[in-house]
């Protein structure tokens, strides 16, 4: 499979936040978040590096679940609103990936959310872990964003850096 845009290792895209997906005060639902950051990370890999991971699935058998997640809310993303929504690979193994996910007002750059995912590569069958073919372990080194400074390992010094970068608030708005 021949992939494209391999430079390109942190992905942006617009979204407007729809009816459908707010609360009663206009803002949108905090259980749709993950949702909206799983959905949007696997267009901007279909649509940018040419990767489809339903194609995937269907090819090998196997596919991506969602074993872990912390999500950090800043700001509500409102009714209306034009959000973007700015995705990178954290790491990967021979049966996981880390993305990150950062949601922020299109015209202020304010952040409403930070998201880290894991995700285990499963034997869809089976239903157990299975290892990450090595064509595609070449992909995703290739999309690794690999910046020295960019903190990984600690959810919350990677929400001080993005504070310390004037991103976020230093302190949640009440």
């Known amino acids: 499979m021949e992939y494209s845009n391999l430079n390109q290792k942190i992905l942006r895209s617009e979204h407007r936040i729809r009816f459908s997906e707010c609360d009663a005060f206009g803002h949108m639902n905090n259980a749709l978040y993950l949702s909206h950051f799983i959905e949007t990370r696997t267009a901007q ?25 912390r999500i ?12 973007t929504t700015e995705t990178r690979l954290l790491e990967f193994d021979r049966n996981t990936l880390r993305p990150e996910g950062l949601m922020y007002d299109y015209t202020t750059g304010r952040l409403h959310a930070l998201v880290w995912f894991r995700l ?21 080194e290739s999309l690794l964003d690999d910046s020295p400074e960019l903190e990984r390992d600690d959810f919350e ?18």
């Open 45 to 69: 890999l279909r649509d940018t590096h040419g990767f489809d991971a339903f194609e995937q699935g269907k090819t090998t058998g196997r596919n991506w679940v969602v074993q872990d997640t």
């Open 72 to 83: 950090r809310y800043f700001f509500p993303a409102q009714l209306n609103k034009l959000v």
């Open 120 to 140: 285990s590569y499963v034997d869809l069958e089976r239903g157990r872990p299975a290892r990450h073919e090595p064509e595609f372990l070449s992909l995703v």
């Open 157 to 174: 010094k990677r929400i001080k850096q993005i504070q310390s970068e004037g991103r976020a608030p230093v302190a949640i708005a009440s």
